[in-house]
């Protein structure tokens, strides 16, 4: 499903954020990347939906050769992609709904469709009763749930995930953790940046560890 092939990635001002990666995540699994502050693992996962170049290697995503595709097709291979952000970047202005709904409308579905999207959504995230309110009166968790409806509302065959949990006291984070297994479980597959080694630990889930930009340790999932 997403392949790196020798994959660096260094800024204009020199940094070189990843070094030579070679990473296989197949369909439908769930895989963790930690490491310390600036291991690289925002810029990792920033790949996947081409907000970033990488410098030298390859990028594959279900089969699309990232590298060699062009501008035009990047909105298509997006879609396929539900991005989640540790500060949620939600839109204050608009409702629960209209927020979940916004990646809907702008992919020109039907308003019939939108509703039974967006409900669909958010009745998976605990968060049903909310679609009228306003994202200010909702808590960080709730707001967290919002952004994972969001992403999950096109039913993309991949969520990708920036430190999710960052901001949330360890009971929400298992909760929220607990929605993405739920993801997993019916063949999405899940890629979390996370600097929470003991969260990580207790789901027992593949883990790769960055240092330095470069990939030093590949734990495979626990058997079931």
Do not use: C
């Amino acid at each position: 499903m997403i392949r790196f092939d020798s994959v660096s990635k260094r800024y204009p001002n020199g940094y070189e954020a990843l070094r030579g990666i070679n990473l296989h995540i197949r369909r439908g699994e769930m895989v963790f990347i930690t490491g310390h502050s600036g291991a690289g693992k925002s810029t990792l996962l920033r790949l996947i939906p081409l907000l970033e170049r990488p410098s030298n290697g390859q990028v594959l995503v279900a089969g699309l050769n990232l590298v060699r595709l062009r501008r035009g097709l990047i909105p298509q291979l997006r879609r396929r992609i539900g991005m989640i952000f540790q500060d949620y970047r939600l839109l204050h202005d608009r409702t629960v709904y209209d927020n979940v709904a916004l990646p809907l409308v702008i992919a020109g579905v039907s308003p019939l469709e939108i509703g039974r999207r967006v409900r669909a959504a958010l009745d998976k995230v605990g968060l049903l009763d909310r679609e009228r309110v306003y994202p200010v009166t909702l808590s960080g968790g709730e707001q967290q749930r919002v952004g994972i409806a969001r992403a999950e509302v096109s039913r993309p065959p991949i969520l990708v995930a920036d430190e999710p949990t960052g901001n949330l006291d360890p009971a929400l984070s298992w909760e929220i953790m607990q929605l993405f297994r739920d993801f997993q479980r019916v063949g999405v597959t899940v890629v979390i940046a996370s600097h929470d080694i003991g969260l990580i630990e207790r789901l027992g889930q593949r883990v790769i560890t960055l240092e330095r930009g470069r990939l030093v340790d590949d734990i495979p999932a626990e058997a079931a």
